[in-house]
Nanobody, 123 residues
Framework: QVQLVESGGGSVQAGGSLRLSCAAS????????MGWFRQAPGKERDFVAA???????SYADSVKGRFTVSRDNARNTAYLQMNSLKAEDTATYYC?????????????????WGQGTQVTVSP
């Protein structure tokens, strides 16, 4: 079992930056792949980025070159650095975890979720 708590959301103007954090409970953080998803009102929850157990990363095309996902196993924390934010990045951002070496990008494949943090980007 792992519990996830996101922080770092807020309001920013287009072109600005935010860094989201996801703090995980438990002693086995290093055994989980960590992912970030987002959901805008009336839309489905979409994959944003993930960092695997081994440290490799994946990104949605819409955020490549602007967002960076990372993890600090000593701190049991995952991060999402978001730069050059756009209005279309506005959404609730969720941290997720799955105990697997292989990851799939559909949200149904991730077993643990945080409560979400709101990111609002004004034009």
């Amino acid at each position: 079992q792992v519990q996830l708590v996101e922080s770092g959301g807020g309001s920013v103007q287009a072109g600005g930056s935010l860094r989201l954090s996801c703090a995980a409970s438990g002693r086995t953080f290093s055994r989980y792949a960590m992912g970030w998803f987002r959901q805008a009102p009336g839309k489905e929850r979409d994959f944003v980025a993930a960092v695997r157990i081994g440290g490799t990363t994946s990104y949605a095309d819409s955020v490549k070159g602007r967002f960076t996902v990372s993890r600090d196993n000593a701190r049991n924390t995952a991060y999402l650095q978001m730069n050059s934010l756009k209005a279309e990045d506005t959404a609730t951002y969720y941290c997720a975890a799955v105990a697997s070496l292989l990851i799939r990008f559909g949200p149904e494949n991730w077993g643990y979720w945080g409560q979400g943090t709101q990111v609002t980007v004004s034009p």
